[in-house]
């Protein structure tokens, strides 16, 4: 077995990339599946991908090392655990700061209010 970098330094690292992934693979992809180019795209927007890696390539470890996302079917790719990718989206929309702000678009109250504001 060939000895091989973990996919990510360290969980901060995996945090800031993963989590602004599950976060939009969940919110604007409306699920959990999502294109490989739409990965490659949304990967090339975060930036400052380990090692200075290229997007297929961190893809392609993140998919062969790690197993938090895999190709599913033709062209379409999804976190391999549905609670990877809850976890992830807690984490980022905690640490942007303003939790109600991100949730309130999705929140329902009785009575009719769509929303907290």
């Given at each position: ?9 360290d969980?901060?690292e995996?945090?800031?990339?993963v ?5 939009w ?11 490989k ?6 990967l090339e927007?975060i930036?400052?991908l380990p090692?200075d ?7 392609t470890?993140?998919e ?14 999804a976190f391999?655990?549905?609670?990877f990718?809850?976890y992830y989206v807690?984490?980022?929309?905690v ?17 009719g209010?769509?929303?907290?504001s």
């Open positions: 077995m060939r000895d091989l970098p973990p996919v990510f330094e969980a901060r995996a945090n800031r990339i989590g602004p992934l599950a976060l693979i969940h919110r604007d992809c409306k699920g959990q599946y999502v294109s180019g739409q990965l490659l795209a949304k927007k930036g400052n090692r890696q290229e997007p297929l390539t961190l893809l470890q993140m062969e090392r790690s197993g938090l996302i895999r190709e599913i079917g033709f062209d379409q790719y391999t655990h549905l609670t990718q809850e807690a984490r980022d929309v640490s942007r700061g303003d939790c109600f702000t991100e949730l309130n678009p999705f929140l329902r109250m009785i009575g209010k769509k929303s907290l």
